[in-house]
């Protein structure tokens, strides 16, 4: 199993441009949560989905984000307009139950 | 009040020493607790479950005392290895979802 994938690793961008992050699960999860860690606020959960629902998104900060999982093997979230104060690094776990997590490595967001 | 607190550190302690971290959780209703580890520029991993009764894996001990809630984690014997950041986690009560603290940072040094 390659575990829980995520592209890219690394994102440079100028602020008020679109950004899209990308997450593949393990296979037969049926959790998953995207997070967002900071050195002030350390980890916080975004959004997660049950069986490609989400079920919560009160983390997500406002209108500029958005997360979407069109089927099992695959979610997205996306930012825009970004901003720099977005500049952290996003994970995204999955899940066989709601807490046996496994994140993937991470993707380091900078907006400038 | 976060949900979830710990002591940053950093604890900067030599090889062979013992070392606590300790953890405060706010929701009385929480119902599992995990140790995650991270390392420097890596994603989380679950290091061990926190069981009622006080449960051990090798070098590190975790315990849980709900009526106080509060979490604690002991490493013996410290290892160079054993360098990372400590995440206390919580899950259940009024959420279905892990929460995650901000970390407590160890150094172990020759």
Same mark, same amino acid.
């Given at each position: 199993?390659? /575990?829980?994938?995520q592209?890219?690793?690394?994102?440079?961008?100028?602020?008020g441009?679109e950004v899209?992050?990308r997450?593949k699960p393990?296979s037969?999860?049926d959790y998953?949560?995207?997070y967002?860690q900071?050195m002030?606020r350390?980890?916080?959960l975004?959004i997660y989905f049950n069986?490609?629902?989400?079920?919560?998104?009160s983390g997500?900060?406002e209108?500029r984000?958005s997360a979407?999982m069109?089927?099992a093997s695959?979610?997205t979230?996306?930012i825009?307009?970004s901003e720099?104060?977005d500049?952290?690094?996003?994970f995204?776990?999955?899940?066989?139950t709601?807490? /046996?997590?496994?994140f993937?490595? /991470?993707?380091r967001?900078?907006?400038? | 009040?976060?949900?979830v607190?710990?002591?940053p550190g950093?604890?900067?302690?030599?090889?062979g020493?013992?070392v606590? +971290?300790?953890?405060t959780?706010?929701?009385?209703?929480?119902?599992?607790f995990f140790?995650?580890?991270?390392?420097?520029r890596k994603?989380?991993?679950?290091?061990?479950?926190?069981?009622?009764?006080?449960n051990?894996?090798g070098?590190f =001990?975790?315990?849980?005392?709900r009526?106080s809630?509060?979490?604690?984690?002991?490493i013996?014997?410290s290892?160079?290895?054993?360098?990372?950041?400590?995440l206390?986690?919580?899950?259940g009560?009024? =959420?279905d979802?892990?929460? +995650?603290?901000?970390?407590?940072r160890?150094?172990?040094?020759?």
């Amino acid at each position: 199993d390659a /575990g829980v994938i995520q592209s890219p690793r690394h994102e440079v961008t100028e602020m008020g441009q679109e950004v899209t992050l990308r997450c593949k699960p393990i296979s037969g999860h049926d959790y998953l949560f995207w997070y967002r860690q900071t050195m002030m606020r350390g980890l916080e959960l975004l959004i997660y989905f049950n069986n490609n629902v989400p079920i919560d998104d009160s983390g997500m900060p406002e209108d500029r984000f958005s997360a979407k999982m069109p089927n099992a093997s695959f979610s997205t979230l996306k930012i825009q307009p970004s901003e720099p104060r977005d500049s952290a690094v996003y994970f995204c776990a999955s899940s066989g139950t709601p807490y /046996g997590y496994t994140f993937g490595s /991470g993707t380091r967001l900078t907006v400038v | 009040r976060k949900e979830v607190e710990q002591d940053p550190g950093p604890f900067n302690v030599p090889e062979g020493a013992t070392v606590a +971290f300790n953890c405060t959780y706010s929701n009385s209703a929480s119902q599992s607790f995990f140790w995650y580890r991270q390392d420097c520029r890596k994603e989380p991993k679950l290091l061990m479950s926190v069981y009622s009764s006080g449960n051990e894996d090798g070098r590190f =001990t975790a315990q849980l005392n709900r009526a106080s809630q509060y979490i604690s984690l002991l490493i013996r014997d410290s290892k160079l290895s054993d360098s990372a950041t400590y995440l206390c986690v919580v899950f259940g009560g009024s =959420t279905d979802k892990l929460i +995650f603290g901000t970390g407590t940072r160890l150094q172990v040094f020759p």
